[in-house]
């Protein structure tokens, strides 16, 4: 069932798949290939906000929060990155999405990398990049989530205090107030430890996904942040030796290259989604 049928990225809608409710949003174009944008942590949909027009523009683009991230319903087997990534291939089915081009920057990035190394050919391109594809090579908070031998040091940590932590690392965009709002509701109560429990899978997900590297056919360009506090640039380094086909484009600015430095991140991923990812 769909629920508040509108367009564009402010008029977000609800739809069932898999017996979850799932939000997302689309645009109103016909023509062109599909554009899949998944929502990064910890944030949601909003993200794509400085993005829209320009990935708009190129035809038709659905934006969804990935349980268990945004603002989308969750379940316990849905909290890891490998049924995350099955369950990109769900959303696909429910909007009839063939061979979509993904964007799916941090945790949509391994999620999606297994997906296209279990189901070849269901992508056309991948834009990836900013998430951990080795868990032993990780700095901050997220190195201290992932690899502690438990979350009880960080039992009294809300999800408002990760959210509010995380995006300080913004230097040049001017976070609209309601996105905030709606990333820090995303994370409320519950939602904040099922995204925990999902990176908390990476010691155990991500050596497998580094084994199936070389199965992973899809066009892959990787975008990431030269200063990037998280997740740092070595880790995609290491991501795109090991794939088949890959670039790597280094932007000056911390993690979040898709807000803080919008416009280029969007260039590259419009000239990838264009026609660069049959260069590889």
């Given at each position: 069932?769909?629920?508040?049928?509108?367009?564009?990225?402010?008029?977000?809608?609800y739809?069932?798949?898999?017996?979850l409710?799932?939000?997302y949003?689309?645009?109103?174009?016909?023509?062109?290939?599909?554009?899949?944008?998944?929502?990064?942590?910890?944030?949601?949909?909003?993200?794509?906000?400085?993005?829209?027009?320009?990935?708009?523009?190129?035809?038709?683009?659905?934006?969804?929060?990935?349980?268990p991230?945004?603002?989308?319903e969750?379940?316990?087997?849905?909290r890891?990155?490998?049924?995350?990534?099955?369950?990109?291939?769900?959303?696909?089915?429910?909007?009839?999405?063939?061979?979509?081009?993904?964007?799916?920057?941090?945790?949509?990035?391994?999620?999606?990398?297994?997906?296209?190394?279990?189901?070849p050919?269901v992508?056309?391109?991948?834009?990836?990049?900013?998430?951990?594809t080795?868990?032993?090579?990780?700095?901050?908070?997220?190195?201290?989530?992932?690899?502690?031998?438990?979350?009880?040091?960080?039992?009294?940590?809300?999800?408002?205090?990760?959210?509010?932590?995380?995006?300080?690392?913004?230097?040049?965009?001017k976070l609209?107030?309601?996105?905030?709002?709606?990333?820090?509701?995303?994370?409320?109560?519950?939602?904040?430890?099922?995204?925990?429990?999902?990176?908390?899978?990476?010691?155990?997900?991500?050596?497998?996904?580094a084994?199936?590297?070389?199965?992973?056919?899809?066009?892959?360009?990787?975008?990431?942040?030269?200063?990037?506090?998280?997740?740092?640039?070595?880790?995609?380094?290491?991501?795109h030796?090991?794939?088949?086909?890959?670039?790597?484009?280094?932007?000056?600015?911390?993690?979040f290259?898709?807000?803080?430095?919008?416009?280029?991140?969007?260039?590259?991923?419009?000239?990838?989604?264009?026609?660069?990812?049959?260069?590889?």
């Amino acid at each position: 069932m769909t629920t508040n049928i509108t367009t564009g990225l402010n008029a977000t809608q609800y739809k069932s798949i898999d017996g979850l409710q799932i939000r997302y949003a689309v645009n109103d174009k016909l023509d062109g290939d599909p554009i899949l944008l998944l929502s990064p942590l910890p944030e949601s949909i909003l993200a794509f906000l400085p993005t829209w027009e320009m990935f708009s523009a190129l035809g038709p683009v659905i934006a969804v929060d990935l349980p268990p991230f945004g603002r989308s319903e969750v379940r316990a087997d849905m909290r890891t990155p490998e049924t995350v990534g099955e369950f990109v291939l769900c959303i696909m089915d429910a909007f009839g999405l063939k061979q979509p081009h993904v964007v799916a920057p941090d945790i949509g990035t391994p999620a999606c990398l297994f997906a296209s190394a279990r189901h070849p050919g269901v992508f056309k391109s991948l834009v990836i990049g900013s998430g951990a594809t080795d868990h032993t090579d990780i700095l901050g908070i997220l190195d201290q989530i992932v690899n502690a031998p438990s979350l009880e040091p960080f039992k009294d940590l809300t999800g408002e205090q990760f959210v509010r932590g995380a995006v300080a690392d913004m230097k040049k965009y001017k976070l609209p107030a309601f996105a905030l709002d709606d990333y820090i509701a995303s994370y409320s109560g519950q939602k904040f430890w099922d995204a925990m429990t999902f990176i908390r899978d990476y010691p155990n997900s991500l050596p497998r996904l580094a084994k199936l590297q070389p199965e992973i056919t899809v066009p892959c360009q990787l975008i990431v942040g030269l200063h990037d506090p998280f997740v740092p640039v070595s880790n995609a380094e290491g991501l795109h030796r090991g794939l088949p086909k890959s670039q790597l484009n280094v932007i000056d600015c911390g993690h979040f290259v898709w807000e803080d430095q919008a416009e280029a991140y969007a260039r590259l991923a419009c000239d990838f989604i264009q026609g660069g990812y049959t260069k590889l």
